[in-house]
Structures are given as structure tokens and as C-alpha cells.
């Protein structure tokens, strides 16, 4: 599986952005999708994620009522709008897909990543 992130940019704070993380290649073998952020000099930290099938959805307390995560089973696209934006999310954004079924919020159980796409919130 191949993933591609995308979106990313300079926003204002109480901005919005979409980022989106195209899947390509043996997409079928994954059956969550995940973002996760790394801010300079802190460890990467789950965002969001949403299963392929029923779409079900997580979110870390911090982006709860801010972010939407979605999917789109046929072009094989997962997307999260994020609103309300704070300095606080300024971060690397790491789109990841997860073989297993059962979702997680631990970066170690997503076995396929991105390349990131950077987000800066300005003050």
C-alpha cells in the first residue's frame, strides 16, 4: 500500500485546512486509516482514525468537535478537515494504514505511512 499526503499549509489560527492521504496499491489488504502529527522535538501522536467499511471514527481528545475525518472507498481517499485551528496543531500530518482490523491509536500498529504533509498555524 502506498499512501500519498497532501493539503498541507500556512493558516491562520481559527483557519481551516483538508489535508488528504491518497491509497494506492494493494489498498484491499488495509482495513484502517489513521492521521497522526509530529510537532518539532515531540514524539508523532494520533489524530484520527476511520475503518474502510463501516467508517467508523476516533479522535484524540485535543481535535474532538475540530477535525472530521472521512473516507471515499472508490477513489480510495481518506480526508481530514480540520477547523478551528490552534498554533497547537502545528505539526508534520502522517496519513497510515493499519492490515489489521481492529483500529489503534498507536503508531506502532500502522504498517504502511506517508510521506507527511506540514501544517503551520499562525498565532
Known amino acids: 500500500v502506498q499512501l500519498q499526503a497532501s493539503g498541507g499549509g500556512l493558516v491562520q489560527a481559527g483557519g481551516s485546512l483538508r489535508l488528504s492521504c491518497a491509497a494506492s496499491?494493494?489498498?484491499?489488504?488495509?482495513?484502517?486509516m489513521g492521521w497522526f502529527r509530529q510537532a518539532p522535538g515531540k514524539e508523532r501522536e494520533f489524530v484520527a482514525h476511520?475503518?474502510?467499511?463501516?467508517?467508523?471514527?476516533n479522535y484524540a481528545d485535543s481535535v474532538k468537535g475540530r477535525f472530521t475525518i472521512s473516507r471515499d472507498n472508490v477513489k480510495n481517499m481518506v480526508y481530514l478537515q480540520m477547523n478551528s485551528l490552534k498554533p497547537e496543531d502545528t505539526a508534520v500530518y502522517y496519513c497510515?494504514?493499519?492490515?489489521?482490523?481492529?483500529?489503534?491509536?498507536?503508531?506502532?500498529?500502522?504498517?504502511?505511512w506517508g510521506q507527511g504533509t506540514l501544517v503551520t498555524v499562525s498565532s
Open positions: 497510515a494504514a493499519r492490515r489489521v482490523y481492529y483500529s489503534s491509536t498507536y503508531s506502532l500498529d500502522y504498517d504502511y
Open positions: 496499491g494493494r489498498t484491499f489488504s488495509s482495513h484502517v
Open positions: 476511520i475503518t474502510w467499511s463501516a467508517g467508523s471514527t
